[in-house]
């Protein structure tokens, strides 16, 4: 079974602070790993894409993947109070093109 | 601006009643999913289109078909709502075309979906 592991939260950062968000993934197989934020009531917001072992950045966002440790996380810097959301981490495995999402970690930034 | 659009936005039905939902995109993307989401949960596959091949999930309810006509389009029948079924239907996009990049899907803002 592919699973992809989120710590559901809830995760409260103070306004400023840096979040970060965890997932694990249990197929080694894995290839193309993603972020997603989805408001309440709203559709999943594509933010950060990663491939390679390392860290990405994009603006206040950076995600780090590690291969040896199925390993992905999110780094949210300088959080604001927009930031809170559900972030839903998913994964594609080779040659296929289904994501597999992890169940998601609600994000709260206290102003 | 290229995007994936969902009509109706809300739909309400009645148990048993058959109900159509659509998703176009502007992307010209070639292939498209539908997803099935539950408060609290991640969003569940239901089936998606490589062009214009059908693949069904597994455990997709015999209650669940879709229908691609062209490249734009894509449509989600459900042919006899239970209260169960009651969810977000979200229809995504992917550019398949062999490079890691093709598999970013992106997401239309979906259709909230009451059965009485």
């Known amino acids: 079974q592919k699973e992809v592991e989120q710590n559901s939260g809830p995760l409260s950062v103070p306004e400023g602070a840096i979040a970060s968000l965890n997932c694990t993934y249990s197929d080694r197989v894995s290839q193309s790993f993603f972020w997603y934020r989805q408001y309440s009531g709203k559709s999943p917001e594509l933010i950060m894409s990663?491939?390679?072992?390392g860290d990405k950045e994009d603006g206040r966002f950076t995600a780090q993947l590690n291969k040896a440790s199925q390993y992905v996380s999110l780094l949210i810097r300088d959080s604001q109070p927009s930031d809170s959301a559900t972030y839903l981490c998913a994964v594609i495995s080779f040659g296929n093109e289904k994501l597999t999402f992890g169940t998601g970690t609600r994000l709260t930034i206290i102003p | 601006d290229a995007m994936v659009i969902q009509n109706p936005r809300y739909q309400v039905t009645q148990f048993g009643k058959p109900v159509t939902l659509s998703c176009s995109q502007t992307?010209?993307?070639?292939?498209m999913y539908w997803y099935q989401q539950k408060s609290s949960q991640a969003p569940k596959l239901l089936f998606h289109y490589y062009d214009k091949d059908f693949n069904n999930e597994a455990d997709t309810p015999d209650n669940f078909q879709s229908r691609r006509p062209n490249t734009s389009f894509c449509f989600l029948d459900i042919r006899s709502p239970g209260l169960g079924d009651a969810a977000m239907y979200l229809c995504?996009?992917?550019?398949?075309?062999?490079?890691?990049?093709?598999?970013?899907?992106?997401f239309g803002p979906g259709t909230r979906l009451t059965v009485l």
């Open positions: 992307l010209n993307h070639n292939v």
């Open positions: 995504a996009t992917s550019r398949d075309q062999g490079d890691r990049a093709g598999n970013e899907q992106f």
């Open positions: 990663i491939y390679s072992n």
